[in-house]
């Protein structure tokens, strides 16, 4: 942002999309992308006013603190917005290692090769242990 450019002037445009923005989480010292989530406004402001990474769980229909269960928090470091106002990216630090819910560190831990997919993550957890579902 440029020093001309006020703060209030950046708010993000959550109408485009119904409410909700993607979120992409990064690892602020590594660059690996760990996830995407959605945020709605009181996710976003939770997120700035804490500087704990929330999401809005659509599956549930309701805020989701990343780590409420499993005590892999983001810890979140710098906060990006795109250049149409509709997509955020945190710079986060993982606390707990993992910040997918299958236990991996990052949820793109599946790679594409040809017709086939190949697991290239390790797993950190075991999410049955974990959530107890």
């Known amino acids: 942002m440029t020093p001309q450019e006020p703060e209030v002037a950046f708010m993000l445009d ?11 989480a990064q690892d602020a010292e590594t660059g690996e992308v760990l996830m995407l989530a959605w ?17 809005f769980s659509r599956s549930r229909g309701k805020l989701w603190r ?9 810890e979140v470091k710098e906060v990006f917005i795109d ?10 630090r993982q606390i707990g290692g993992a910040a ?7 949820c793109f ?3 594409v090769n040809g017709d086939a997919t190949q ?8 999410p049955k242990q974990v959530y107890k579902k």
């Open 14 to 24: 959550f109408e485009k999309s119904g409410g909700l923005i993607p979120a992409i």
């Open 39 to 55: 945020m709605n406004r009181d996710a976003y402001e939770e997120t700035l006013r804490t500087g704990r990474a929330c999401y």
């Open 66 to 74: 990343k780590g409420e269960e499993s005590g892999n928090v983001q």
């Open 83 to 92: 250049c149409d106002a509709d997509t955020v990216l945190l710079k986060v």
């Open 119 to 126: 697991v290239i993550g390790e797993r950190l957890f075991d």
């Open 100 to 106: 997918c819910h299958e236990g991996y560190r990052s």
């Open 109 to 111: 831990f599946r790679k």
